[in-house]
């Protein structure tokens, strides 16, 4: 294979996927990983990428639209919805941010009774309010098209105020270093915050986030309790998210839920 041909399709790649690993990367191209380095750091001083440290971000990178995100591995979602859910008593206390695989909890806990909700999310809100006795607190601010949520200093001055049993908050992407990480600096410092307010902190992503960078990050998942996600994470993550203290719960549509 030519150099060219080599670096055109690693840049489709890292274009087609948004932010990827050097490991990902080899997995699709019959190449060494030292190869594959030399290459991102071309690209990247050719300004065609944004070389990160284990891969790539696209400079074309951005949160695809919501209407996209909501049916893209939206069994997955509802599973991890469903595994989150379980954490969850009656009577609790919960945050819940923004984006889809928070609606998927949302949708799980319509069942629930007595929940004192916290969200700057209007269709969580919207599901969760006037039924079995719960408590459901609009996080305000201007409305983000984007997530259909608050965002903004005035949702974050109002977030403030409160504290939970539960937070929980989705994930552009889960690097391979344990760090929760995302596409818009408002949407991360809104669920740091979430993080800092609440006794139990679960993160829920889909196993296509697992090994991935974004622009922005959030927090380490030592500052979490729980990530939950729809499949069993490789075992380099796996030993990294043990050691920053965090338990995995995952599980695989149609077999019993693991934790790790």
């Known amino acids: 294979m030519l150099a060219e041909e080599r670096q055109n399709q690693i840049l489709s790649l890292v274009n087609m996927h948004r932010s990827i690993s050097v490991t990902e990367i080899q997995r699709q191209l019959p190449v060494s990983r030292e190869t594959i ?38 069994s997955g979602k509802q599973l991890i919805g ?11 206390s919960v945050m819940l941010a923004a984006g889809t695989t928070v609606q998927g909890v949302s949708d799980a806990l319509v ?78 410092e809104f669920n740091k915050l979430m ?10 992503a889909d196993h296509q986030k697992l090994g991935r960078v974004a622009p922005v990050r959030v927090q380490s998942l030592k500052s979490a309790t729980y990530l939950v996600t729809d499949n069993e ?3 380099g993550l796996s030993k990294t998210i043990a050691g920053l203290g965090a338990k995995v719960v995952w599980g695989v549509a149609g077999n019993a839920a693991k934790a790790r």
């Open 37 to 74: 380095r030399r290459d991102l750091l071309l690209l990247a001083e050719q300004r065609k990428i944004r070389k990160t440290h284990g891969g790539a971000i696209s400079l074309e990178s951005s949160e695809p639209e919501l209407a996209v995100r909501l049916v893209t591995n939206k």
């Open 82 to 92: 469903r595994l989150a859910a379980e954490l969850i008593e009656d009577g609790s």
């Open 111 to 188: 069942g629930r009774r007595g929940l004192t909700v916290y969200s700057n999310c209007i269709a969580t809100c919207s599901k969760l309010s006037g039924r079995n006795e719960n408590a459901v607190h609009l996080i305000g601010g201007e409305i983000q098209p984007r997530n259909n949520a608050c965002m903004g200093r005035d949702a974050t001055d109002m977030l403030a105020n409160y504290f939970a049993d539960f937070a929980i908050i989705g994930a552009g992407a889960i690097s391979a270093a344990g760090d929760v990480m995302d596409f818009s600096r408002e949407e991360a």
């Open 195 to 204: 993080m800092r307010s609440a006794k139990t902190v679960i993160v829920v």
């Open 233 to 235: 994470p490789e075992t």
